[in-house]
């Protein structure tokens, strides 16, 4: 279990957490500021346009993410409320996974900089590299097009037919699947290290 690491290596538990949860919570941000600009003001009059974590998380999740390493969020949105439906409902779902990819971006980004200015003693390198890591495995992870994550609803507007699956045991099965596979979770991280090291131009990371 996740929450073994505390006794282990203490400072990666707390690394891993507080970025998860900042992650998350950007993510959800996203997904409600795009469902604002779509017309939708769900996510103002239920006040998940906040940066409290335990709104777009909930306890439960945050606990879950100490225990096992795995966590989850919502954001409330009405897409009948939505000036265009179809577009609307893939804008609002793209958000969350790409304010994943532009903060792994940002964090590589960094990265550069340390690297190019060579200035290791003003930011942590390993946290940084963790960052960006976290954000493009989420980014990967949340295209997938299985419901009910957000890769679904953008593909399911574009290829109409997987939205039967939605209402289906489908994707309870498909994601009970993925992560009893260990090289489901080896096979995200690896492609985030490789765009990583590719952006670095490095072609191994060692701190």
Known sequence: MFIE???TEPIYFFRIIIIVIFSITLHELAHG???MSQGDNTPQKTGHLTLNPV???GKESIIFLCLMGIAWG???VNPSKFRSPKLGNILVSAAGPLSNLTLGILFIAVLKLIANFSLPGLFSVEFL???ARINL???LFNLLPIPPLDGFHVFSEIFPKL???ENTQFGLFAMMLLFIIPEFGTGLSTIADLVI???LGVESLSF
């Open 5 to 7: 690491t505390l006794f």
């Open 33 to 35: 500021w795009a469902a």
């Open 55 to 57: 709104v777009h998380m």
């Open 74 to 76: 919502q954001m409330p």
């Open 129 to 131: 590299y963790l960052a």
């Open 137 to 139: 495995i989420l980014f």
């Open 163 to 165: 939205k039967a699956l």
């Open 197 to 199: 090291r590719s952006a």
